[in-house]
T-cell receptor, first 113, second 117 residues
Framework: SQELEQSPQSLIVQEGKNLTINCTSS?????LYWYKQKYGEGLIFLMM???GGEEKSHEKITAKLDEKKQQSSLHITASQPSHAGIYLC?????????????WGLGTSLAVNP | DGGITQSPKYLFRKEGQNVTLSCEQN?????MYWYRQDPGQGLRLIYY???????QKGDIAEGYSVSREKKESFPLTVTSAQKNPTAFYLC????????????????FGNGTRLTVT
């Protein structure tokens, strides 16, 4: 079955540093979603990527989907304590009427002031 | 503002009791989902519904039941048959365009943490 692998599993950075989180699939992704979650809360939608080579930015967060549509990266520039949380990637594993979403296990990010 | 409301935030029950988790959305979304989140296991789909009065089992439906009588509401009942019900439960919704819901992001509620003792 298709899986999404996220790396690293956890990350601790100093405030102001840049960081990158990766999300990799063994098969083509039809839609790739990035979410952020604070402990004990729901997932907040960050960005959606659909096309190979696509790149989107929101404030200091940039997400990219590679040309083969099998890997996505989330890059945070000049990290702040407010960026701390768990980042999850999710993807549509196949096309069709019955949706099949697959999820990574998440990357836990801590930002030290 | 539109959104998804899950209630209650914390729920405590004795073993052997059924319990119902509420999920209401005012986003006018056709599709709704229930996930369970456990440490180290990621999100696992329990049930989903693409239209009113219709729903499908997800990967871990055993011990759970749902109903979809209204577009806005998708309650989840955790029955006494669920062997390990203590978990964080998340409800979500998405657009369902022209018979297809992929390529539309899910919008999540804030979750309900259920503890069964």
């Amino acid at each position: 079955s298709q899986e999404l692998e996220q790396s690293p599993q956890s990350l601790i950075v100093q405030e102001g540093k840049n960081l990158t989180i990766n999300c990799t699939s063994s098969k083509t992704l039809y839609g790739l979603y990035w979410y952020k979650q604070k402990y004990g809360e729901g997932l907040i939608f960050l960005m959606m990527l659909q096309k190979g080579g696509e790149e989107k930015s929101h404030e200091k967060i940039t997400a990219k989907l590679d040309e083969k549509k099998q890997q996505s990266s989330l890059h945070i520039t000049a990290s702040q304590p407010s960026h701390a949380g768990i980042y999850l990637c999710g993807a549509d594993g196949r096309a069709g009427n019955n949706r099949k979403l697959i999820w990574g296990l998440g990357t836990s990010l801590a930002v030290n002031p | 503002d539109g959104g998804i409301t899950q209630s209650p935030k914390y729920l405590f029950r004795k073993e052997g009791q059924n319990v119902t988790l509420s999920c209401e959305q005012n986003l006018n979304h056709d599709a709704m989902y229930w996930y369970r989140q456990d440490p180290g296991q990621g999100l696992r789909l329990i049930y989903y519904s693409q239209i009113v009065n219709d729903f499908q089992k997800g990967d871990i439906a055993e011990g759970y039941s749902v109903s979809r009588e209204k577009k806005e509401s998708f309650p989840l009942t955790v029955t006494s048959a669920q062997k390990n019900p203590t978990a964080f439960y998340l409800c979500a919704s998405s657009i369902f365009r022209g018979g297809q819901s992929y390529n539309s992001p899910l919008h999540f509620g804030n979750g309900t943490r259920l503890t069964v003792t």
